[in-house]
């Protein structure tokens, strides 16, 4: 499958079936020891000048030449720890197909997470044995703890944000991470994934997304489902049935389960086949630029936030106050706005086109606070630390949730969430509402402030 589009790899993947089929009959429970990092903390790598590069390297591993594409972000710094992205190939794929995103190009590289990560991501490419993932004796979970500790030694981790996703023999190989590496890996997502590579543990939690066809003829989504229920109960997860959308209507329906906190479950389940990029609208159709899956997924690993940024003030420093200035937008180029002028308790902020009016008009004091009117501050909903929490306004308290960091990379965070000042859904449009999410270096969650 070198080129995502499905029409031209089913009859590669149904010839594949009874292999496919034989590994799952055969996958048995690997037994290998994860290294927890339970804590964000500074790589070996952080303020050392890099050794690793772009491009295709070989690692030894279990006494075996095992290779790997990196991708370092442009304008990459030694003193800002990362998020870590494992892309796995599928059966009969290779790390370059995953790198180079086939023919859907650069907007498809690792399953999307190039462009949607927006240079905020070191990415990573496996190779696996035989263009697959069997595991066997748990091999591939070592090369992955390889692959990490060399990553880690070399460049600027932040260890509370590996992830790892891949599809169809990939997603199996996620799955496995989930199972054993729960607690160094913060989340994964599985495209039409089933037991494949084995799931040694398999009782830890871990925030786990699901994405499958429901005429997957090669994995059928009952294997997908099964996954997806482990980590329901793993995770503490109230039990539903999800719905599914109908033969025929093109389209996806998304289930978001109630779960312990910091332990989310997501699920996708789409109207096509055996495939990682279905689009909505287009039956059958498999396509990296038009997909919404890496949209989708994206998403879900960057709900969790990284730890404090190196480029915050420290609370102990206090910053210089700007007076009646406004907030502007990166992405939008429109201003923080109080709706309709409200100096209600609890008005939602938004974007609107900036005009100059008072509600428009904000003073960042020494305290750390974002006022308007002179009497109401910037404020975290219900003194909320979690993504998607509202930023209202509110009677100036004094109190965590009404502080905030000016930071020098343009994102404005929250002292008590560590959360960034977020333009929801990436929209741009008069009347977006402003929210905390977690820290992803996207333009929408960039800000200037103008006299």
Known sequence: MKAFPLRRHVPRWLAALGVIAAIFAAATAMTTTATPSAFAAPTAGCGKSPTLSNG?????????????????????????????????????????????GGTSGSSWSYYGMQAQSNNSAILIAPQGIGNGWANSNGQDLTFTDDLIRLIE?????????????????????????????????????????????????????????????????????????????????????????PREPTPGSATHIMTTYSCRAGYPVQWAAFDGGHGPGPVDGCSGCEDGVRT?????????????????????????????????????GGQSGRCLDVPGSSTTNGTQLQLWDCHGGTNQRWTYTTGRQLTVYGNKCLDASGQGTSNGTATVIWDCSGQPNQQWNVNANGTITGVQSGLCLDASGNATANGTRIQLWGCHGGTNQQWTLRN
């Open 292 to 328: 919404w899956t890496k949209g989708e997924a994206w998403r879900f690993i960057s709900q969790f936030g990284y730890g404090p940024s190196p480029s915050s003030p420290p609370a102990s420093s206090p910053p210089p106050s700007r007076s009646n200035v406004t907030i502007v």
């Open 153 to 241: 030694n070399d460049l600027c981790v932040d260890t509370t944000q590996l992830f790892a996703m891949g599809f169809s023999y990939g997603g199996g190989m996620s799955y496995a991470i989930a199972c054993a590496r729960a607690t160094v890996f913060r989340a994964v997502v599985v495209y039409s994934g089933a037991q494949l590579s084995g799931c040694s543990g398999g009782t830890q939690p871990i925030a786990y997304f699901g994405i499958h066809g429901i005429s997957d003829t090669v994995l059928n989504i009952s294997l997908g489902r099964s996954l997806r229920d482990t980590f329901v109960r793993n995770n503490g997860c109230a039990a539903q049935s």
């Open 56 to 100: 295709a390297h070989t690692i030894q591993s279990s006494g075996q030449s095992r290779s790997y594409i990196l991708r370092i972000p442009d304008g990459y710094s030694n003193t800002r720890p990362y998020r870590l992205i494992f892309a796995y190939h599928w059966r009969g794929g290779t790390m370059n197909d995953v790198a180079s």
